[in-house]
């Protein structure tokens, strides 16, 4: 029982040295520094920062190290896309408004991606590029699993969304700032495969048109590009995994626990088989992920170095 003690120590100390090192290797003056203010958008039953926590893990962190100026905005954590879109909106106004900057460069995370792309659509004057994380750009067949489990307006479904509702509102209430409203429904809409194509009609740029097929980088004077994982199983250390590998055999085929390769594509691919899950990709948790990968600080430290060269 001791050995195992000191094998699970070990690795997480080795685990947290390796992140922090890998941090520390790519903290170049002016690495990150791009000409636009990077703004970072959580997915669902997402915040900004709670107590000590932060939704995206060291990652803000790394890039002002590099001279990036960033912001971590906060959403509803449970609600549609289109809705999140329009805080997401008067959040970019209010930054551009604080950094004197003409534009913004979106990066979102999971239902991130879709809210980010809404207001890329709408107001493309004021959006420099979108990234997308692990995007839900075609929806989640573990959305649609949660979906099928109520009928519409039935005591099931009821039941089923309070929890979630709760969850959201707790959520804000824990990030302390102004109360944002929670609709699990509306979110769970969204989340659908049916949802998002009906979502992607209204807003389409930057979604390719198959699975295999990569969208121009740049479409209403916006850049829009992917990453994402296929791995669900990535550090002993980490329980979440365990969620994950269940959920993930729910979404299908290549998945990273909760959104399928092909749904996370958008503009012009990085790299979308990542050895991350859902949570590897935003550092989470607490910076566990696969030692055989990239640390995802770096992949974000990447990113910027990679928005900077666009002159973005």
């Given at each position: 029982?001791?050995?195992?003690?000191?094998?699970?120590?070990?690795?997480?100390?080795?685990?947290?040295l390796?992140?922090?090192?890998?941090?520390?290797?790519?903290?170049?003056?002016?690495?990150?520094?791009?000409?636009?203010?990077?703004?970072?958008?959580?997915?669902?039953?997402?915040?900004?920062?709670?107590?000590v926590?932060?939704?995206f893990?060291?990652?803000?962190?790394?890039?002002?190290?590099?001279?990036?100026?960033?912001?971590?905005?906060?959403?509803?954590?449970?609600?549609?896309?289109?809705?999140?879109g329009?805080?997401?909106?008067?959040?970019?106004?209010?930054?551009?408004?604080?950094?004197?900057?003409?534009?913004?460069?979106?990066?979102?995370?999971?239902?991130?991606?879709?809210?980010?792309?809404?207001?890329?659509?709408?107001?493309?004057?004021?959006?420099?590029?979108?990234?997308?994380?692990?995007?839900?750009?075609?929806?989640?067949?573990?959305?649609d699993?949660?979906?099928?489990l109520?009928?519409?307006?039935?005591?099931?479904?009821?039941?089923?969304?309070?929890?979630?509702?709760?969850?959201?509102?707790?959520?804000?209430?824990?990030?302390?700032?102004?109360?944002?409203?929670?609709?699990?429904?509306?979110?769970?809409?969204?989340?659908?495969?049916?949802?998002?194509?009906?979502f992607?009609?209204?807003?389409?740029?930057?979604?390719?048109?198959?699975?295999?097929?990569?969208?121009?980088?740049?479409?209403?004077?916006?850049?829009?590009?992917?990453?994402?994982?296929?791995?669900?199983?990535?550090?002993?250390?980490?329980?979440?995994?365990?969620?994950?590998?269940?959920?993930?055999?729910?979404?299908?085929?290549?998945?990273?626990?909760?959104?399928?390769?092909?749904?996370?594509?958008?503009?012009?691919?990085?790299?979308?088989?990542?050895?991350?899950?859902h949570l590897?990709?935003?550092?989470?948790?607490?910076?566990?992920?696969?030692?055989?990968?990239?640390?995802?600080?770096?992949?974000?430290?990447?990113?910027?170095?990679?928005?900077?060269?666009?002159?973005?």
């Amino acid at each position: 029982m001791k050995r195992l003690l000191l094998l699970f120590a070990t690795l997480f100390l080795t685990t947290t040295l390796y992140a922090q090192t890998s941090i520390n290797n790519v903290s170049a003056q002016g690495y990150t520094k791009t000409k636009y203010p990077i703004v970072l958008v959580h997915g669902f039953l997402g915040f900004d920062r709670i107590t000590v926590i932060d939704y995206f893990f060291n990652i803000p962190q790394s890039l002002t190290k590099g001279g990036a100026d960033v912001y971590v905005v906060r959403l509803s954590a449970v609600n549609s896309s289109e809705a999140r879109g329009e805080q997401l909106l008067s959040e970019v106004k209010e930054i551009l408004a604080l950094s004197g900057a003409e534009k913004v460069n979106l990066i979102g995370h999971s239902q991130g991606s879709p809210t980010s792309r809404y207001v890329a659509s709408v107001r493309p004057d004021l959006v420099a590029s979108v990234t997308s994380v692990g995007g839900a750009n075609r929806g989640s067949e573990f959305a649609d699993f949660l979906r099928s489990l109520g009928e519409s307006g039935s005591t099931t479904e009821f039941l089923l969304s309070l929890p979630v509702t709760l969850a959201g509102n707790l959520i804000s209430i824990l990030s302390g700032k102004e109360h944002r409203p929670q609709d699990a429904l509306g979110a769970l809409g969204s989340l659908t495969t049916a949802g998002a194509e009906d979502f992607n009609k209204k807003y389409p740029q930057g979604m390719p048109k198959g699975c295999e097929d990569q969208s121009p980088k740049a479409t209403n004077g916006v850049y829009y590009f992917s990453w994402s994982g296929t791995k669900k199983v990535t550090n002993a250390l980490d329980a979440s995994d365990i969620v994950l590998f269940s959920t993930g055999i729910i979404t299908g085929d290549e998945n990273d626990g909760l959104i399928r390769r092909c749904s996370s594509r958008l503009g012009k691919v990085i790299k979308d088989d990542y050895e991350m899950n859902h949570l590897d990709q935003i550092n989470h948790t607490f910076g566990l992920h696969s030692l055989l990968e990239t640390d995802p600080v770096t992949i974000y430290r990447q990113h910027a170095n990679r928005l900077k060269g666009f002159g973005l």
